[in-house]
């Protein structure tokens, strides 16, 4: 039977179950119904002897004959009473409904399977309402030891369709489609892991002979799922890197020599130098490069892009960075323009607050070729905003910006410039296979060398007075603070009374002129919030008070206090992004995480990571655990996570297995046309034509 037919095709669904199925679960052809797995089992495989029965265990199966059958009355009513016997012991069990259907169709000293629910009562145990069935037809049936379970819904349950008659379909439909399911893997890939083939897994998926070989169904049906996403992946990348050409860098030349040698104030660390290289490959090869940088906040993420810079320069390109914010726009010009200095680069910047005359200066100069560097915002995606020879865009901070942005600077010159993105948001190694599996990745993993770790402590609200008398102290020794506030959509107005409340108190506690206090919130004209902001980043103010508008980039190396309110409402990689704003200068920081006593355990969970470690990939780790995949940034639009069996982040090896398949499979064989191939492009070919795998950047 053709597994494209519909479930009609199914002996036992009549079109109105068809329809049924369709609405509530979306199965439309048999081959949704038997790719529609059961998402727990009951695990029949193991038999009680009545002695070893104990009050706890819940369900549980005896083989025993029945030997006498009586009619209890009772209150109302009456109830059947069957005394059921094995080598042993005795107990019994007990029917309140159908009571004479059942008493006739029992039969008295033939060996029956009875499965149950186990009551104990007295000293002695009984199964009321149990399954029974006679060994002799037991022994016949496909489901009759571990049963599936499948997900359902009320109407289903409503309109009769049981979990019974699901397996009873299932049942039917593996009996008629089994020698007709195709094997979707290699052959070499069975042998090489040992793998299950495909029907004996769908058969054991839904009606596993043991545990053992559930497993390795399930285990099959896993690495199956997640090779073929990444068959996706890495294919889609390939044919970027084959088929999209790019401008090639070819020489490193005079103005990054010189720069390397002369005017860099550090020595880079073996990250960004690894970072460096991979970068330098990519612009080499001709094809266009389209790569993610993932580096902590902190771990020198703009030099890297400013070296990346200078190797589109000295090939007789221009280059352009582009952030989230105007304030990190102006922190990259100030950065770019002190280091390059004398070099004799034009740099310049470009943001929605430039003046008209000063902007058109600036489009002239990029026209002509004359402007090398172009720092800015959106403002730079702008039409008018014409490129002689744009040849690399790199965007900071990755998650503000949309495709639509994206693709906007690949119309800026002839062939598309090289893409670097950089973001400080880790996201775990696996859950990047699968959300940017096919962007190149690369990974600074290290931070620069003499970085003291920010010191981090949890309190409780009733300790602010000391926390206060600690920023006295800092603030005595020339230090800056922030103190943030939680801004949550939900409840904006309670946020920003929040927040005005803390800021009254912070006032009185600190008054001026002794000290001047910064406070910038979302409600503020972006002016306003700028002058706040500069003032601060001036060092005219000591303190700070936010909500989470700072959280993107500033650095203010003179801050060293970081004061989270309410830190319990915050996100794991939200107050690992905020405690990044301090620990950027020399001294000593702290980041201080205040909450109140009421504590739920993720919160808890949350506090104590923040407190244990400041490795952003294994507070990473952690969110991805507590959160689950699908709420973690960046992924939410990802199509890759909508998984039948697999979960990537429970299953992260077989996902590596398979990730390292998928690449090996098409480097020696791109279009998948050796013989042994034949299954995977098969189903490759069906696979593409029904789902659409698109990332989020591209
Ligand atoms: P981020 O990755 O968060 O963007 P930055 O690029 O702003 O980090 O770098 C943070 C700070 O570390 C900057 O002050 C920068 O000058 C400094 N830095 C970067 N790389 C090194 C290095 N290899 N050695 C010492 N300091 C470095
Ligand atoms: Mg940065």
């Not at 007990?94 to 169709?105: A, E, H, T």
Request: net charge positive.
């Amino acid at each position: 039977m053709n597994l494209e037919y519909p479930v009609t095709y199914i002996a036992g669904i009549s079109v109105q179950r068809a329809a049924l199925l369709y609405t509530e679960l979306g199965i439309k052809t048999c081959n949704d119904l038997l790719n529609f797995f059961p998402f727990r089992y009951i695990d029949k495989t193991a038999f009680y002897a009545i002695k070893d029965l104990q009050p706890s265990s819940s369900e549980v199966q005896i083989v025993g004959k029945i030997t006498h059958v009586k009619s209890v009355a009772q209150k109302r009513g009456s109830r059947l009473v069957a005394t059921f016997q094995d080598a042993t012991g005795s107990m019994e069990l007990v029917w309140f409904k159908g009571q004479k259907w059942i008493k006739d169709s029992l039969k008295i000293n033939e060996p029956y399977v009875v499965y149950g629910k186990l009551n104990h009562y007295n000293g002695s145990f009984s199964i009321p309402h149990p399954e029974i069935e006679l060994v002799t037809n037991y022994k016949k049936k496909l489901q009759s030891k571990m049963q599936p379970v499948y997900p359902s819904t009320e109407k289903l349950n409503n309109s009769g369709v049981s979990n019974k008659l699901m397996r009873n379909y299932i049942q039917n439909l593996l009996q008629q489609c089994y020698d007709g399911i195709q094997e979707t893997l290699s052959q070499e890939i069975i042998t090489d892991f040992n793998l299950m083939n495909k029907r004996e897994a769908l058969l054991n998926v839904h009606f596993p002979k043991n545990q053992e070989k559930l497993a390795r169904a399930q285990n099959r049906l896993k690495f199956e799922e997640l090779f073929f996403i990444q068959l996706q992946l890495v294919r889609k990348k390939l044919i970027h890197k084959s088929k999209i050409k790019g401008f090639s860098f070819e020489t490193v030349g005079d103005v990054f020599n010189q720069f390397y040698s002369e005017k860099l104030p550090f020595d880079l660390t073996n990250a960004q130098k690894r970072v460096l290289k991979e970068i330098r490959k990519d612009v080499a090869s001709g094809a266009h490069m389209n790569r993610l940088l993932q580096g902590d906040v902190g771990s020198g993420k703009t030099i890297v892009a400013i070296l990346a810079m200078l190797l589109a320069i000295d090939n007789g390109f221009q280059a352009t960075i582009m952030a989230p914010t105007e304030i990190l726009a102006n922190q990259h010009f100030t950065a770019v323009s002190e280091l390059l200095g004398d070099l004799n680069i034009q740099v310049a910047i470009l943001t929605g607050s430039v003046r008209a005359k000063r902007r058109r200066e600036i489009h002239e100069q990029l026209e002509n070729g004359t402007l090398h560097i172009l720092v800015g915002t959106h403002a730079l995606l702008e039409d008018k905003v014409q490129f002689n020879n744009l040849g690399i865009a790199i965007i900071d901070e990755q998650h503000r910006f949309g495709v639509k942005q994206r693709a906007k600077l690949w119309s800026k010159n002839t062939l598309p410039p090289h893409i670097l993105v950089m973001t400080a948001t880790p996201i775990p190694r696996t859950l990047a296979m699968s959300v940017y599996g096919d962007l190149d990745i690369s990974v600074i993993d290290e931070l620069p060398p003499g970085r003291k770790e920010v010191k981090t402590v949890h309190r409780y609200d009733s300790n602010r007075l000391s926390v206060f008398k600690f920023m006295k102290d800092e603030i005595a020794k020339g230090r800056q603070v922030y103190i943030v506030y939680p801004l949550i959509e939900e409840s904006e107005a309670m946020d920003y009374k929040d927040l005005m409340d803390g800021y009254e108190s912070v006032s009185r506690e600190f008054p001026s002129p002794k000290y001047q206090i910064s406070i910038v919130h979302g409600k503020m004209k972006p002016a306003d919030k700028d002058y706040e902001m500069q003032r601060f980043v001036k060092g005219e103010t000591q303190i700070m008070v936010a909500t989470t508008v700072i959280e993107v980039g500033v650095n203010v190396p003179n801050a060293s206090v970081m004061i989270i309110e309410s830190s319990e409402r915050f996100g794991l990689s939200q107050l690992h992004q905020l405690r990044g704003r301090v620990g950027r200068g020399a001294d000593q920081s702290y980041c201080i995480l205040l909450s109140s006593f009421k504590l739920s355990s993720e919160a808890k969970t949350r506090l104590e990571t923040m407190v244990e470690t400041t490795d952003g990939f294994k507070i990473a780790e952690v969110d991805l655990k507590l959160r689950g995949p699908g709420n973690i940034m960046g992924t939410q639009q990802s199509g890759v996570l909508n998984l039948k069996i697999a979960d990537v982040v429970k299953d992260s090896k077989i996902l590596v297995a398979a990730r390292n398949t998928a690449i090996t499979v098409l480097q020696e064989d791109a279009n998948l046309e050796k013989a042994v191939n034949l299954p995977i492009k098969n189903t490759f070919a069906k696979i593409t034509r029904s789902s659409k795998i698109w990332s989020n950047i591209s």
